[in-house]
């Protein structure tokens, strides 16, 4: 009788400790639940909050007067013209000193490379810094007081670089690097024209997917894509 009882009472704890955990179970399944719920509520007003929003915005717009738009066809839109919008082709930028090419690379014969330095050996052919126009002009009495060589002297004293404004400029999806043109026998004014005539460097090349093209084809160099666009 004694066995008897105490099995009966182990299988009464058993039942007991199953009760326990299924009400614990209820109660987290409930906690959830709640969670949910409450998650689900928040997520309503938020998203009705912005509807409101943003049915206001429509109804001001409608409300106010609407300006007639120009339909615009894809002939008349020039997407190079845009990429070059801030240099005008083929205006000539007007640069912080008036530097002529025509006297320095025409009368005077001086190379391309001699300020254009970085051509040879970089993807950019670089501009002429303070320290390279110095180089010449602090020994040339003959011009030393003229204003614009006078400019030079004072972006020296103060400290600062010339801000030669970029005339030949691509955008960012093409990767034209000049070390490998120039070590290919390519010379400067296949691209940027006759400079020893110009006072005021400007772009006479399109510099059109289209125009490189031509030229790569002209010359037996690649065609695919990875070439410029990588």
Not at 131 to 147: D, E, F, I, T, W
Not at 153 to 167: D, H, L, Q, S, T
Not at 172 to 182: E, G, L, Q, S
Not at 208 to 220: A, I, Q, V
Request: aromatic share 10%; hydrophobic share 35%.
């Amino acid at each position: 009788m004694g066995e008897i009882n105490k099995n009966k009472e182990r299988e009464e704890e058993r039942k007991e400790e199953k009760t326990e955990i299924e009400v614990q179970k209820e109660i987290k399944l409930t906690k959830k639940a709640g969670a949910i719920k409450s998650l689900i509520i928040i997520l309503f007003f938020l998203f009705s909050s912005v509807g409101i929003i943003l049915a206001a915005k429509e109804i001001k717009n409608e409300t106010q007067p609407q300006q007639k738009l120009k339909p615009v066809k894809e002939k008349d839109f020039d997407f190079w013209k845009a990429v070059f919008s801030e240099i005008p082709f083929p205006e000539k930028p007007r640069q912080p000193i008036a530097f002529s090419h025509k006297r320095h690379v025409g009368e005077l014969g001086i190379d391309c490379k001699f300020c254009h330095y970085y051509a040879e050996k970089s993807k950019y052919a670089g501009v002429p810094s303070v320290s390279v126009c110095l180089g010449c002009h602090k020994y040339v009495a003959s011009v030393m007081q003229k204003p614009e060589v006078q400019k030079i002297f004072k972006y020296a004293e103060e400290g600062k670089p010339i801000p030669w404004v970029k005339v030949h400029d691509l955008p960012d999806f093409v990767r034209f690097t000049h070390k490998i043109h120039i070590n290919k026998g390519i010379e400067c004014y296949e691209c940027h024209g006759d400079v020893a005539q110009m006072d005021t460097a400007q772009r006479v090349a399109p510099l059109t997917m289209g125009w490189c093209l031509d030229c790569h084809r002209k010359k037996n160099a690649s065609t695919e894509c990875f070439a410029c666009h990588y």
